[in-house]
């Protein structure tokens, strides 16, 4: 794709993005964010705190299971915690040409998936955990590209990576239904 014709990332939120007060990792704790967005009370957090705790899971995980936060919201905060993006993958429009940068099964794997190209050089990249340097390396050298994480919610990452499941297979198809054409041409001619 040339990269001079892509269209550069918009960052109102009207476009689905939105982004964190500040970049770089917040030293706040996700509960505290959690409180400060007006998401949930200090009790329902420690409670959830304790819950997570006991239960060796994620305190956003608890908070979203008991109903006190959303997938969405969690995803926000999560943004928040990390300094980077967040994306509503119901708003943004995926440019395709990114997304089809990355095979579906690598996509599904990292739970990411590139959405847009920022410039010439960055894409950026629809994720459930900003925190996977490793996820992020490898998709800056499967692409080519720099990476610019954004955090979505996890269903939503999932519906797009199905998606680029069902495009590839309907290329895959075409191809083999091609070469299946191909050497009948051939024998007729012959």
């Given at each position: 794709?040339?990269?001079?014709?892509?269209?550069?990332?918009?960052?109102?939120?009207?476009?689905?993005?939105?982004?964190?007060?500040?970049?770089?990792?917040?030293?706040?704790?996700?509960?505290?964010?959690?409180?400060?967005?007006?998401?949930?009370?200090?009790?329902?957090?420690?409670?959830?705190?304790?819950?997570?705790?006991?239960?060796?899971?994620?305190?956003?995980?608890?908070?979203?299971?008991?109903?006190?936060?959303?997938?969405?919201?969690?995803?926000?905060?999560?943004?928040?915690?990390?300094?980077?993006?967040?994306?509503?993958?119901?708003?943004?429009?995926?440019?395709?040409?990114?997304?089809?940068?990355?095979?579906?099964?690598?996509?599904?794997?990292y739970s990411a998936v590139p959405?847009?190209?920022?410039?010439?050089?960055?894409?950026?990249?629809a994720m459930v955990d900003p925190g996977n340097?490793?996820?992020?390396?490898?998709?800056?050298?499967?692409?080519?590209?720099?990476?610019?994480?954004?955090?979505?919610?996890?269903?939503?990452?999932?519906?797009?990576?199905?998606?680029?499941?069902?495009?590839?297979?309907?290329?895959?198809?075409?191809?083999?239904?091609?070469?299946?054409?191909?050497?009948?041409?051939?024998?007729?001619?012959?």
């Amino acid at each position: 794709a040339d990269n001079a014709s892509m269209t550069p990332v918009q960052t109102a939120s009207s476009s689905g993005i939105t982004e964190p007060s500040s970049r770089g990792r917040n030293p706040k704790q996700i509960g505290d964010i959690v409180v400060n967005f007006g998401y949930a009370s200090r009790e329902a957090v420690e409670a959830a705190i304790a819950e997570a705790a006991a239960t060796h899971r994620r305190t956003g995980e608890v908070l979203v299971d008991r109903g006190v936060l959303t997938p969405d919201q969690l995803a926000r905060v999560i943004a928040e915690r990390f300094g980077v993006d967040h994306v509503d993958l119901n708003i943004f429009r995926v440019d395709m040409s990114a997304a089809n940068l990355m095979p579906a099964a690598t996509a599904k794997r990292y739970s990411a998936v590139p959405v847009g190209f920022i410039d010439g050089r960055t894409l950026l990249v629809a994720m459930v955990d900003p925190g996977n340097v490793l996820a992020i390396d490898d998709v800056s050298l499967m692409t080519g590209y720099d990476v610019r994480p954004a955090v979505a919610v996890q269903e939503d990452v999932t519906a797009l990576i199905a998606r680029l499941n069902q495009l590839e297979d309907v290329t895959v198809d075409d191809v083999l239904q091609d070469e299946d054409a191909g050497p009948e041409v051939v024998d007729l001619r012959e």
